[in-house]
């Protein structure tokens, strides 16, 4: 390396350490923007990740805990292949994870992540009115009535066979406030059915919950960064929400060194989803009053005799009668014609 290689390469160094240095005062902004919002915060947000197998929902919530950790572990159980990995209600508390220098921030009100089994989006409807295996499966957990580490398996066993679960309470330690939508960019298509069944869960039940989405696995895609743009649009329609509620990212894997633009990535998302603004209510539903009944109809009246055809048959019979009795008059008058005749005959004879 001559003089003047050896002067551009330490420059491009230079360049290298004040872009990196640049970088990790962006992350520092975004942990303090981060942290003003979990202090005001009253208690930690139980976060639920939904989405089909395999897709990356327990390597996001490593990923997660990865960037505000700046250490990766097996937090939650990841896997491959098309066996389910995670099987069962699996909690993973801010005590779990979360163990900083600074007694202050101890205390910061950080998510507690749900990992789920991932579901089969061919057991979702669009129908609203058909409550398939996923949506019980959905409104049991996101209403706290399923028991940490409940094997889902099993449950989603026996609601296939039809069954319901014996009535169990809500346990408020356990109903979700934010749904997180986890889709992966290797797959064709979105599972469209499946979003009809969360949106339904999180906006028209018992509750209104806050919906998030990720889109996984953008390294493992061939997209370019016009369809990339399109698939945000896409997910973000079939959601409902705005894009600022869409994180695009790649997975922290197991031996990964820390990345300082993933973690931006997914700490900007996160600060968003804990801004205290959105939280997850119950909807109070308004009483309604069943409509009047309608008035019967009236019972008719009991028709009167029709007139016409009464002075009609009247008149008929009375018709009959003179006609018999006329013909009776003559038949009398011929008979005592008859009768004059023959006491005249008989006088005329005696003389
Ligand atoms: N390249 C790459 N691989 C990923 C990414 N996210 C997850 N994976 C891999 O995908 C596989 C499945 O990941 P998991 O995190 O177990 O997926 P899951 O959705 O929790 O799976 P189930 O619990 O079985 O439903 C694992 O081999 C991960 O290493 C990503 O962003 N990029
Ligand atoms: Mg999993």
Known sequence: MNVHENISFQGAQVLKMEETTRRLNEKEKILERLKKNLRALKESKNVLLVGSLGVGKSSLINSTITALTGKYDFYADIGGGDKHVTTTFHRISRDEYWDPEDEGDKLLCLPTFIDIIGLDAQLSSSD????????????????????????????????????????????????????????????PSIPQTLIDEIYREANIKKRKIPVFAVLTKVDKCDMSEQELEDKKTEICEAIGITQDKLLLCRNYQPGDAPDI???????????????????????????????????????????????????????????????????????????????????????????
Do not use: H
Request: charged letters at 25%.
């Open 128 to 187: 609203e009115k058909e409550d398939t295996v996923n949506s019980m499966l959905m409104n049991l957990i996101i209403n706290g009535r399923l028991p940490e580490n409940c094997d889902l398996l099993d449950v989603s066993k026996q609601l296939k066979a039809g069954k319901t679960i014996k009535d169990r309470s809500e346990e408020k330690k356990l109903t979700v406030d934010i749904i997180m939508v986890v889709i992966s960019a290797k797959s």
């Open 261 to 351: 633009e993933t973690d931006i990535k997914i700490l900007e998302f996160l600060t968003t989803l804990c801004n205290p603004r959105f939280k997850a209510v119950t909807l109070e539903k308004v009483e309604f009053e069943e409509p009047e009944p309608p008035p019967p109809p009236p019972t008719p009246a009991p028709s009167p005799p029709q007139s016409s055809s009464f002075w009609k048959t009247a008149l008929q019979w009375a018709f009959v009668v003179a006609v018999i009795a006329f013909f009776l008059y003559l038949i009398q008058q011929i008979l005592s014609k008859d009768n004059r005749y023959n006491q005249n005959t008989m006088n005329q004879r005696k003389m």
